[in-house]
């Protein structure tokens, strides 16, 4: 039984960096996410704004990352809609259906540094990235939330485009869910700080239902709830077009 375990513990240790990123973006994979959020954006000033918004992802076909979300609230942003289509070897597509304009507007690939809907996410952040897109890593151990936790650095391939100069990601040892993120400009300082916390099990899935997202250069945040999740829904693809995104109708 000794031997048996050290085995285990000797193959855990191994892990690359990549495997340490897959093994976590395995840990939430799901035929498809339904959930319902609070975001709470908060200024340097202390002021602070709500949104509700719904969101929706599955994979296609070609196991591409779709995503759409819907605003409920506030009335000046409800029913603004936001498409996400992943391609696999080039950029997402991503568009967006403003009500007050009554139309859909392409997100143009120049602006995917720009703020989501004035979060601390921006456009890129709201797509989905390969983990091929990334060198992965791993550069040590340390402590989060009283946690165990890898510590893996992930700096873009050549030729793949990113806002960020590198990223650092404390991944739970024992979940493999991250629990820490830390985001550099391009000239490698320190950007924005991503916390998750309040990890339930749902329906098999290590989920963390509360994130706050922190530009330290800027000092706004963004607090992202959320109060809802359910894993492996039946979700129609025609919610995942253009024609849904400006009617909201199938």
Partial sequence: MTFVFLLSTASLSA????????????????????????????????????????????????????????????????????????????????????PALKKVRRIAAGEGNKS????????????ARNIEDDIHNLTGEKKVDGRN??????????????????????????????????????DGKLLKIMIMGNVKNIQGHWTPLSTSMENVQEKHKTIITITKIVYDEKLPDGIFTTRFLQSGRL
């Fill in 15 to 98: 892990l690359t960096g990549r495997e340490i990123m897959q093994k976590a973006s395995d840990s939430i994979e799901a035929a498809s996410t339904h959930s319902l959020v609070n975001l709470k954006l908060i200024d340097k000033n202390n002021s602070v704004s709500t949104r509700i918004i719904e969101m929706f992802g599955k994979k296609n076909s070609k196991s591409e990352s779709l995503s759409l979300i819907i605003f409920h609230s506030p009335a000046s942003v409800k029913n603004t809609r936001f498409l996400s289509v992943e391609n696999n070897g080039r950029g997402n597509d991503q568009w967006i259906y403003l």
């Fill in 116 to 127: 989501f809907m004035g979060t601390d996410l921006t456009y890129d952040d709201m797509g």
């Fill in 149 to 186: 936790c890898y510590v893996v650095e992930s700096v873009p391939q050549n030729g793949i485009k990113s806002q960020y100069s590198k990223r650092v990601s404390y991944v739970d040892k024992e979940r493999m869910v991250p629990l820490k993120m830390e985001l550099f400009d391009k």
